[in-house]
C-alpha cells in the first residue's frame, strides 16, 4: 500500500478539484469530480448507490483519483488504487460533514430527494506520484 506524502495531504483539505476515474463495463474508462478526504490511509468520497461510478466500483474496483493544487496546476496527486469498502454505514454523516467542509452549507442539499442510500467508498492507495513542478513528457 502506497500513502500520501505529507506535504501534499493538505489537497485533500482544501477542498482542491479531484477527478475520480473508474472503469465502464466495455473497458473505456469514466471520469467524474467529486470531494474527497484522505484519513491518513484511505482516500473516502461520497456517493449515491446506483450511481454510474458506484456501478463501475462494484465491477471493477481499480481506479485513479487526481488532485490539482487550485493554486498552482503543476503540484498535483495522482493516484492509482483499489476500492476495498463501499458502505452505507455512516454515510449521510460523512456527506452532511463533506457539505460542511467543501460546500460551506450546513447539510447536503436534496438528500431527501435521492431515490437511492448514500455509501462511502474507501480507496487503498496502490501507486501515487506526488508531482510538485513542471514535466517535460510523461
Do not use: C, W
Amino acid at each position: 500500500m502506497a500513502s500520501i506524502p505529507v506535504e501534499f495531504q493538505d489537497l485533500f483539505e482544501r477542498g482542491a478539484p479531484v477527478q475520480l476515474a473508474t472503469v465502464l463495463p466495455d473497458g473505456m474508462p469514466h471520469v467524474t469530480p467529486v470531494f474527497a478526504e484522505y484519513d491518513g490511509e484511505h482516500v473516502l468520497f461520497n456517493t449515491m448507490r446506483g450511481r454510474r461510478k458506484e456501478r463501475n466500483i462494484r465491477n471493477n474496483p481499480n481506479v485513479g483519483v487526481s488532485v490539482t493544487d487550485p493554486d498552482d496546476p503543476y503540484r498535483y496527486l495522482s493516484i492509482s488504487g483499489e476500492v476495498v469498502g463501499v458502505t452505507e454505514d455512516g454515510a449521510v454523516e460523512h456527506v452532511h460533514h463533506i457539505a460542511r467542509k467543501f460546500m460551506d452549507v450546513p447539510e447536503y442539499p436534496n438528500l431527501d430527494d435521492e431515490p437511492n442510500p448514500r455509501v462511502v467508498v474507501r480507496i487503498r492507495p496502490v501507486q501515487v506520484r506526488a508531482i510538485d513542478e513542471p514535466e517535460r513528457s510523461d
